[in-house]
């Protein structure tokens, strides 16, 4: 069995800001610093065997001071672990978003899958992307523990795959920054979720 410790990127300044981001960056906020910094206190003491990280900005700064104080500091940058491109909202407050795109929003909060933004990645690429990612893993691997650092969006899209729901049902799971979830990758790619949307580092920082 192989477990794969998933997290999502500190909070940066569009988030505070309710700001879209997708694939543009922001750095992180001071916050979001100590997040990342308080969960490596909490996971330096596991001997992880690959870690790999989105290569955005944010969660490479992110994973950098996770790893601040880890023995092994070596990760690999991956394209397959960056957030949904969301084109023309990128940059947008919610507000902005609201309205200037009313319609469009509409779907997105309710019926995502129907939401047509130009620029913005198809939802069921955006979730094979990075379920393929984590299955090749597990299918090459075994008894292997895994850190992945990504971003909100895509990790619930992730989540939707692995436990069998739609698209449109994405909004049941919650990420907050910094959220830690241990996903058990077991024979025949099935997936077990041990724990979701952790973020009690936060809290104890």
């Known amino acids: 069995?192989?477990?794969?410790?998933?997290?999502?990127?500190?909070?940066?300044?569009?988030?505070?800001?309710?700001?879209?981001?997708?694939?543009?960056?922001?750095?992180?906020?001071?916050?979001?610093?100590?997040?990342a910094i308080a969960l490596g206190e909490r996971l330096k003491a596991i001997d992880f065997d690959y870690i790999y990280s989105s290569d955005l900005g944010r969660t490479i700064e992110t994973t950098n001071l996770i790893l601040k104080d880890f023995s092994k500091k070596e990760y690999k940058k991956c394209q397959s672990l960056r957030e949904i491109c969301l084109g023309k909202w990128e940059g947008m407050t919610i507000d902005e978003i609201k309205?200037?795109?009313?319609?469009?929003?509409?779907?997105?909060?309710?019926?995502p899958l129907k939401t047509e933004v130009e620029g913005m990645e198809n939802l069921s690429d955006a979730r094979n992307r990075i379920a393929k990612k984590i299955k090749t893993l597990n299918e090459k691997h075994d008894n292997k523990t895994f850190l992945i650092i990504s971003?909100?969006?895509?990790?619930?899209?992730?989540?939707?795959?692995?436990v069998g729901i739609e698209i449109n049902d994405m909004y049941k799971f919650k990420q907050g920054n910094t959220a830690l979830n241990i996903i058990n990758g077991l024979e025949g790619n099935r997936f077990q979720i041990d724990i979701l949307n952790d973020t009690t580092h936060t809290r104890e920082n």
């Not at 998933?6 to 100590?34: A, C, F, M, P």
């Not at 971003?151 to 692995?162: D, N, R, S, Y």
């Open 99 to 111: 309205k200037n795109y009313k319609d469009q929003h509409a779907y997105w909060v309710k019926t």
């Open 1 to 35: 069995m192989n477990k794969f410790f998933i997290v999502r990127h500190g909070q940066t300044y569009w988030n505070k800001e309710h700001r879209s981001q997708g694939h543009k960056n922001s750095n992180l906020t001071d916050d979001g610093i100590n997040q």
């Open 151 to 162: 971003h909100g969006m895509i990790i619930k899209l992730l989540l939707t795959e692995l």
